[in-house]
């Protein structure tokens, strides 16, 4: 899954992007640092079952956000094999057994958003979403540009998996109806 981090990479503005924006060099890096995640010390002898732990095996995930999405360092493996692998907000961020990939409510069991059919289609959504917030964020695409948010939103939904996933995407890309 190196591949994943070098899209994610890619997807992150430019620093001269962010130099017109009169940011210093170590508040660029920081920002970029959010889209170029560390490689572990060691890889965490994670079960390669499922893909999204084929990435945190390798990396680092704890400086990676997407919007309201951040990730743990280290994916939590609960006992009815759900993988918490970071947050959206403070509501945690689940693979579940049957692959499926949502938001449960904070002390909760009730699911908030589903997210994608799966890690892979969780992945692969997350790349035009980082580099639509990465264009936001240094004004190449304005605050307010519904319209362009949405088609993101919609292209975001076709790699998670479908129509179910829509609405997670709008609420990341704000642009929820």
Same mark, same amino acid.
């Given at each position: 899954m190196t591949t994943?981090?070098q899209k994610l990479a890619n997807?992150?503005?430019?620093?001269?992007?962010f130099?017109?924006?009169?940011?210093?060099?170590?508040?660029?890096?920081l920002y970029?640092?959010?889209?170029r995640? /560390?490689?572990?010390?060691l890889?965490?002898g994670?079960?390669?079952s499922?893909?999204i732990l084929s990435v945190?095996?390798?990396?680092?995930l704890?400086?990676?956000k997407i919007?309201q999405?951040?990730?743990h360092?280290i994916?939590l493996v609960?006992?009815?094999g759900?993988?918490?692998i970071?947050?959206?907000?403070?509501?945690p961020?689940?693979?579940c057994?049957?692959?499926?990939?949502?938001?449960?409510?904070f002390a909760s069991?009730?699911i908030?958003?589903?997210v /994608?059919s799966?890690?892979t289609?969780?992945?692969?959504?997350?790349?035009? &979403?980082a580099?639509f917030?990465?264009k936001?964020?240094v004004?190449?695409v304005?605050?307010?540009d519904?319209d362009?948010?949405?088609e993101? &939103?919609?292209?975001?939904a076709?790699?998670?998996?479908?129509?179910?996933?829509?609405?997670?995407?709008?609420m990341l890309?704000g642009?929820?109806?």
């Open positions: 994943w981090i997807a992150a503005p430019d620093r001269e992007s130099s017109k924006l009169g940011l210093s060099e170590i508040e660029i890096d970029l640092s959010r889209y995640p /560390a490689r572990q010390d890889p965490l994670l079960p390669d499922d893909p945190f095996d390798e990396w680092d704890s400086s990676v919007g999405i951040s990730f360092q994916p609960g006992e009815s759900e993988i918490e970071g947050q959206v907000e403070a509501d961020l689940i693979v057994r049957r692959s499926e990939v949502i938001v449960r409510e069991s009730n908030l958003w589903r /994608a799966n890690s289609c969780f992945l692969n959504a997350l790349i035009p &979403a580099e917030l990465g936001r964020g004004g190449l304005e605050f307010d519904f362009y948010a949405n993101v &939103a919609e292209v975001c076709t790699h998670a998996g479908g129509q179910t996933y829509r609405r997670f995407f709008q890309l642009t929820e109806e």
